[in-house]
């Protein structure tokens, strides 16, 4: 089973703070996506990276696929407390049957006025 | 357009019970999932579907069944509960139409069992 580790597990900043949140493997991945998941919701994509080094950016968030494709991070400048979530990275494997993701362990963030 | 719905959004179950949790689809999805979600471990996969008529064991199998009757149904069934199998469950599709194709997900299960 591959492992997603993601870090910091929680997070809690005060609005216009910048933060970044890391997301690593030992294993390779064909993909590496990011969702975000509200309380009592389930978790929505943000974004898909594929090539290593591949960097997208989002309104304020910067996502970024390492180069070797094993590890990923997600920046967010200025945070807002509409920003307040948990943030799921995902590894994708080509497989037979399609795109299998491994969740990583998930960042809780709280942004507070 | 409703996208994922689960059934029941929560409940409470005796340990030893027989659980089914309903999952429905309106997008013509072909690949469905099944995860529970436990606070420090993320998302972790159950059983899926890649299409209607298959079904394959993820991460975490043991004590559950599914089945894929038809393309749009994805139940998740406990035999007979444990309390580890206290967690919340959330239901995706995929169109596995592309290489990299986003999970969409329902709104949850909260199952507790004593």
């Known amino acids: 089973t591959q492992l997603l580790e993601q870090s910091p597990q929680f997070l809690s900043i005060q609005e216009g703070e910048n933060l970044t949140v890391y997301c690593n493997s030992s294993?390779?991945?064909?993909?590496l996506q990011w969702y975000r998941q509200e309380p009592g919701e389930g978790p929505v994509l943000l974004v898909t990276?594929?090539?290593?080094?591949e960097v997208k950016k989002l309104k304020r968030l910067t996502f970024q696929f390492g180069d070797a494709r094993k590890d990923s991070s997600l920046h967010i400048t200025a945070a807002q407390p509409g920003d307040t979530g948990l943030y799921l990275c995902?590894?994708?494997?080509?497989?037979?049957?399609?795109?299998?993701?491994?969740f990583g362990t998930g960042t809780q963030l709280k942004v507070e006025l | 357009i409703a996208g994922i719905t689960q059934a029941p959004t929560s409940q409470i179950l005796a340990a030893g019970r027989r659980m089914t949790l309903r999952c429905t689809q309106d997008?013509?999805?072909?690949?469905m999932y099944w995860y529970r979600q436990d606070l420090g471990l993320g998302l972790r996969l159950i059983h899926y579907?890649?299409?209607?008529?298959?079904?394959g064991k993820g991460e975490v199998p043991d004590g559950y069944s599914v089945s894929r009757a038809n393309t749009d149904d994805f139940p998740l069934t406990l035999a007979s509960a444990v309390p580890s199998q206290t967690s919340v469950y959330f239901c995706?599709?995929?169109?596995?139409?592309?290489?990299?194709?986003?999970?969409?997900f329902g709104p949850g299960t909260r199952l507790t069992v004593l």
């Open positions: 995706a599709s995929s169109p596995q139409s592309g290489r990299f194709d986003e999970q969409f």
């Open positions: 294993s390779v991945f064909s993909s």
């Open positions: 990276v594929v090539t290593g080094g």
């Open positions: 995902a590894g994708g494997e080509l497989t037979g049957g399609g795109n299998k993701l491994t």
């Open positions: 997008m013509r999805h072909n690949a």
């Open positions: 579907s890649n299409t209607a008529g298959t079904t």
